[in-house]
């Protein structure tokens, strides 16, 4: 069966060793985590989770089921149309044209955040095909480090 | 009420009415266990390894359906007692197992006997605590027992640090559990149930195959009750023995790797499988892309990842299989009709005809099938059966008349070897009033050996019957059927005395080569009420038969094969 990529939000309750639930199911079950997000829900004694992951419809079905099982587990959403987002920081050398890096930026709704000694620091967050291109488009300008958060989500 | 967190643990085991824990001392559980040398609430059964008092409890559990109870000390203690865990895991056998851990300024410093010990069980139990304040006790043992014990039952792991059983704190435990991101589904969707049986109306060879749900629910009144309304042929897995009796006309017996040839021809076979507590396993279905080919599924159990993991169902119900089982009789005895289905029961029958279980006698050697049979001559209904796990435990299923659920206790899922002394142990102290038998190879047996000493001293009269073959006989078939006969390290030509360890340890011990040499054995065992080993000296190269070749499909059995 072909693989599919899926988002998936895992509500859980915010306590102790939850997140090493979540990674020793996929793990011990062989499932893929292509990225993972979590913080706590403001407000609520609730963790929000957003995983992305890939796998045939029965892993995938499998996957959300089991994540059901797990007792701290609210609530899981398999999503399947929602904003999704990701961010990416990079650092670049001030040796290359500011102004260039921020054109770029502005082409991808990021913008420089950070200026310091010899570097600026610049931001984008979008969706993560987009963000694939935006690290293309920034090759030519070597950057010094690229950070990459997983992906959030949010069901329309 | 103000007490220590030593003192809460008791007080919750009483509240839970737990009337046995089985356990180990230890340096981080001595303050729980000095609380226990206190009460006269409970009884402790010493056992002489962690992992025997775990299986101890799965055994007391399992025969009984309350909720089993273990305590160990932290580090090696716990760590012993992980097989056990997960053997409770992989069978659905509610346990609360207790642990101590090091001080809570000490975790964290590989401090002496400090093992991450929730860091381990998380993937071998339902779900496990570490207790960070006396203040928590309550809720969290509170909640173990009722985790454990509803839904799909499991082990439930409670770790606590030393200084948390010193704490002085209130203890209440009248707060009813309540957890939000945990409510087991009991009743099925009745429309979806409806949908069922109208499958079932239309089937032409319908056929219930049922699983150790059957058990965990108590369900199995219910499911003779169904399967005697409807006249449709069933079988039932390892795990289900019992729930319906041997003798019942619609039982195929069990399906599977050794499984019947009928029982395997009729999965093979139907056009429409109603699957009632059953997990799919791989030594049940064999080769997945064969397996039930002709057939739409029904699937009914508690746990809904259970459902479609293995093979695509139809009509999934998810809900507590006695509720769905009520309902569906509701339903079908106003629409099924028994004489659409006898043609099909014919041709089921006929199977059973053509390839029934069966082995050759030997007039030089006993066959371990017939020890077993004789066994069931002699007790039947009288007798709880534990196995261990290998030949023996296939043979055990295969030929032991079981007429009640809960009769037949085993590791089914992990296979355990070791699991059937200590399970026998806590299943005699469960129902005390049946004949305790633990069906064994010489392999098994020594791997629990030191229970001896737990079942003398606490007088608890269990009859181990080894069927000896000098072998590890399991693995030895299939080093003969499948790696050209190289018998790697599974000649067990070399061991103990059994008679004379038995005696060692204050037990009775028997050596048997005949059948009147066992009759005057098992009788005199069972007479005598004494913790027992009988070494039945078997065939050597008998094998289990049928046998579906790993990875094969169902209905391509070896009926016959003939080792020496």
Known sequence: ???????????????????????????????????????????????????????????????????????????????????????????????????????????YNGKIVNAGDGFVIALVADESQRMDNFLDAIEHFHPKEIVRSGTVALER | MKISGAQMVIEALIAENVDTVFGYPGGAIMNIYDEIYKQNSFKHILTRHEQAAVHAAEGYAKVSGKVGVAMITSGPGFTNAVTGLADAYMDSVPLVVISGQVPMSLIGTDAFQEIDAVGISRSCTKHNYLVTDAKDLPRVLKEAFYIASSGRPGPVHVDIPKDITAQIEVFDYSTPTHLETYKPTVKGNVRQIKKAVMAIKEAKRPLFYIGGGAINSNAAQEVRELVKMTGIPAVETFMARGTLRYDDPLLISMPGMHGSYAANMAMSETDLMISLGARFDDRVTGKLSEFAKHAKIIHVDVDPASISKIVKVDYPIVGDLRHVVKNMMEIASSVIEKERYEPWLESVEHFDKLHPLSYKEDSDKLKPQWVIQRVGELLGECANITTDVGQHQMWTAQFYPFSRPRQLISSGGLGTMGFGFPAAIGVKVADFERVSINITGDGSILMNIQELMTAV????????IILNNNFLGMVRQWQTLFYDKRHSETDLSMQPDFVMLARSFGGIGYVVHTKEEFDAALNDAVEKNIVAMIDVRIDRFENVMPMVPSGGSLFNMMLEYKEK
């Open chain 2, 457 to 464: 001293e606490k007088k608890i009269p269990v009859i181990n």
């Open chain 1, 1 to 107: 069966m072909e693989a599919v990529r899926r988002v998936i939000s895992v509500v859980v309750l915010n306590e102790a060793s939850v997140l090493s639930r979540i990674t020793d199911l996929f793990s011990g079950r062989g499932y893929n985590i292509t990225s993972l997000t979590v913080a706590p829900i403001p407000k609520s004694k609730y963790s929000r989770l957003t995983i992305v992951t890939s796998g045939s419809m029965r892993v995938i079905e499998q996957i959300t089921k089991q994540l059901h099982k797990l007792i701290p587990v609210l609530k899981v959403i398999e999503h399947c149309d929602a904003v999704e987002k990701e961010m990416v920081l990079v650092k670049f050398s001030s040796d290359n044209s500011i102004s260039d890096i921020e054109t770029v930026c502005n082409a």
